[in-house]
Nanobody, 123 residues
Framework: QVQLVESGGGLVQAGGSLRLSCAASGRTFSSYSMGWFRQAPGKEREFVTAISRSGSTTHYADSVKGRFTISRDNAKNTVYLQMNSLKPEDTAVYYC????????????????WGQGTQVTVSS
């Protein structure tokens, strides 16, 4: 069982930056690949980025490539999402998730989810 708690969301102007954190409980954090997803009002949840168990491999949605960076610290049981050059269309609730499979862009491959943190980007 893994419990995930996101933090770091908030209101930011377009062009600004935010850093999200996702703290995981348990002693097996390094055995999970991790992902970030987001869901805007009236839209389906969409993949943002994922990172492998060791952190050596990452994958990004085209919409965030070059602006967002995922990283993890297995010693701290935490995964991060650095978001730069934010746009109003990045406004959404951001969720972190843990998967026992190889890192994936498919939400169905994730076993555990956090409660989400709101990110709002004003124009």
């Amino acid at each position: 069982q893994v419990q995930l708690v996101e933090s770091g969301g908030g209101l930011v102007q377009a062009g600004g930056s935010l850093r999200l954190s996702c703290a995981a409980s348990g002693r097996t954090f390094s055995s999970y690949s991790m992902g970030w997803f987001r869901q805007a009002p009236g839209k389906e949840r969409e993949f943002v980025t994922a990172i492998s168990r060791s952190g050596s491999t990452t994958h990004y949605a085209d919409s965030v490539k070059g602006r967002f960076t995922i990283s993890r610290d297995n010693a701290k049981n935490t995964v991060y999402l650095q978001m730069n050059s934010l746009k109003p269309e990045d406004t959404a609730v951001y969720y972190c998730a843990a998967s026992q499979k190889f890192y994936s862009g498919n939400a169905n491959d994730y076993d555990y989810w956090g409660q989400g943190t709101q990110v709002t980007v004003s124009s």
